[in-house]
């Protein structure tokens, strides 16, 4: 069975500092991997994905994330961290990303000003 | 583009009484779409996968009597809590596939519901 574990329920850092959120999975195959975002009360928006090709990838509002198969890891990093990115994070794997898909328990980010 | 909506956003009803939530893909089609429930604090999980046209797949522990799923076009799903309690209360989450592009899953604002 596929699972998901993201060992940091909570992180707090300074605007402007460096991120990095540990994201690691369980799968049987090559796993389509996720990173969401969650505001308050709101819906997930997509940050990025993994499929094939390059392990280092690119998403919106300045994310990256590296797969490491070797280490089942797929960690979400940042360079410099804004206030507005205070929120849950939550990464997933699944057998395509149309399909259903294993969530972590997330991870709340706190950004201090 | 990509947008999914639900409907309502928040709901607060009766011990007793049946909710239907609703979720619809605004500009693109949706063959699958899949709805989740996020207790506080938690993570999301899935309660069920509904594809149009054909009858929903349920995952191991969901009561599919009481979590009525139709999804009769390609852009609608409807989620029915049927004799709503207040172990129901939740964060409801409904995602879609989109036809075209399947690899990806695009996820609608959600909705609170509140049983009393």
């Known amino acids: 069975a596929q699972s998901v574990t993201q060992p940091d329920i909570h992180i707090t850092v300074s605007e402007g500092a460096s991120l990095e959120l540990r994201c690691n999975y369980s799968?049987?195959?090559?796993?389509?991997l996720f990173w969401y975002v969650q505001s308050p009360g709101q819906g997930l928006q997509l940050l990025l994905k993994?499929?094939?090709?390059?392990?280092l990838v690119q998403g919106i509002k300045g994310f990256e994330a590296e797969f490491k198969r070797s280490q089942s890891s797929f960690n979400l990093r940042k360079p410099s961290v804004h206030w507005s990115d205070a929120a849950e994070y939550f990464c997933?794997?699944?057998?395509?990303?149309?399909?259903?898909?294993?969530f972590g328990t997330g991870t709340q980010l706190k950004v201090e000003l | 583009g990509a947008v999914v909506s639900q409907h309502p956003s928040r709901v607060i009803c009766k011990s007793g009484t049946s909710v239907k939530i609703e979720c619809r893909s605004l500009?693109?089609?949706?063959?699958?779409m899949f709805w989740y429930r996020q207790f506080p604090k938690k993570s999301l999980m899935l309660m069920a996968t509904?594809?149009?046209?054909?009858?929903?797949?349920?995952e191991q522990g969901v009561e599919k009597d009481k979590f009525l799923i139709n999804h009769a076009s390609l852009t609608l799903s409807t989620l029915t809590v049927t004799s709503a309690h207040p172990e129901d209360s939740s964060f409801y989450i409904c995602?879609?596939?989109?036809?075209?592009?399947?690899?990806?899953?695009?996820f609608g604002p959600g909705t609170r519901l509140t049983v009393l």
């Open positions: 500009d693109f089609q949706a063959t699958t």
């Open positions: 995602s879609a596939r989109d036809q075209d592009s399947t690899d990806t899953q695009y």
């Open positions: 509904s594809n149009e046209g054909s009858k929903a797949t349920y």
């Open positions: 799968y049987g195959a090559t796993p389509y």
């Open positions: 993994y499929f094939s090709g390059d392990t």
């Open positions: 997933a794997v699944g057998a395509g990303g149309g399909n259903k898909l294993t």
